[in-house]
């Protein structure tokens, strides 16, 4: 039994890009492992990475773009997990949960039958603060 | 009287993007409907979005340009309050508060006169880190 | 002794910019200064910035780099340390530590060879998490 057991991660997923949803879903998927509970709530462009197809075109940041072909050569050299791999590998864990925010769908005309399956609840800023309110660590990526 | 009475949300607004500060905005708003402080820390290009007419020129990040149109459109079809209608709301309730960063106006040459009429304080991350201290949620924006 | 003794300051950088260095850097000098921990954990482009020489070449994001210019002169003639100068002077401290995320160097074919002298630690997420939960601030930077 881990001694962080009853811990909680609570991460808001602002950005779209491929390195920022590595982040979330690492730290995400370690937390799991070490018996934390771990919540990511999508919002603006990381909603927008919820939508069909959208995550596997995921890029690098316009800062950071001359790196992007590197980076994709290890990763599929380390023979690294997708993002969506690693998504729907959280998403069996009860440990773990995800939210997707409901104004952002709607500044960017995106409806419930746009998004991946895996998303289960659609939901406002409060739930997310509720749930950020007793969480350990809390990170805004 | 909400059970999350008592607790505080404290922001460091780096970014100084449409973007980043609807969801600075929302968050604030949403903590102080819930009885929630909400205090945020303008620094660095968050800061100079506190410079005078700044706020209603904030666009979306590089690398998200291309969606900043639809965006703009899809929110003004909502009705959406623009972030400095938000930020005038949040100055009417004593749970919210904001710091504009001293270090960042002496980097960017912006001075007091310069600034909107609702900042009120002018201090140094010492002060938002004895405030992020005792707060339950800490994001970096 | 200082009513903040005993805190936490926990923060990710994943960003490789000059303007997140300086957050990351000014937030974990200040807490060393009021005697809170103040822990790094280097990922991604972050991590590329501990690659010797990179640091002092770190410019400002895309969205922000028509600032660049402005900001190096005002940051000289105010004889603001460089982040570097910051990183060393906040290693003398033994409430300061610094991580190095092993995956990411993997991804960007970096050996700890490369790395400026400053590193000690090479580790995983699971670590940061550790220090993470137990922290009283966190950020992702």
């Known amino acids: 039994m881990s001694e962080k057991e009853g811990k909680r991660l609570a991460i808001v997923v602002e950005s779209g890009t491929v390195d920022k949803l590595y982040c979330a879903f690492i730290l995400a998927s370690t937390a799991v492992a070490m018996d934390m509970e771990a919540h990511l709530y999508f919002t603006f462009f990381g909603l927008q990475m919820l939508v069909k197809g959208a995550m596997e075109k995921a890029g ?6 001359h790196l992007e072909r590197k980076m994709r050569e290890n990763l599929e050299r380390m023979k690294y997990p ?4 690693m998504l729907k590998r959280l998403k069996q ?3 773990f949960k995800m939210y997707a925010c409901s104004p952002s769908m709607e500044m960017f005309g995106i409806k419930r039958e ?6 289960e609840e659609i939901v406002g800023a ?11 660590v809390t990170l805004f990526i």
């Open 93 to 95: 864990s009860n440990l």
């Open 60 to 65: 690098l940041p316009a800062t950071y773009k």
């Open 126 to 136: 409060a739930t997310f603060l509720e749930i950020a309110a007793e969480a350990d």
């Open 82 to 85: 997708t993002p969506y791999e």
């Open 114 to 119: 746009d998004l991946i399956p895996e998303v």
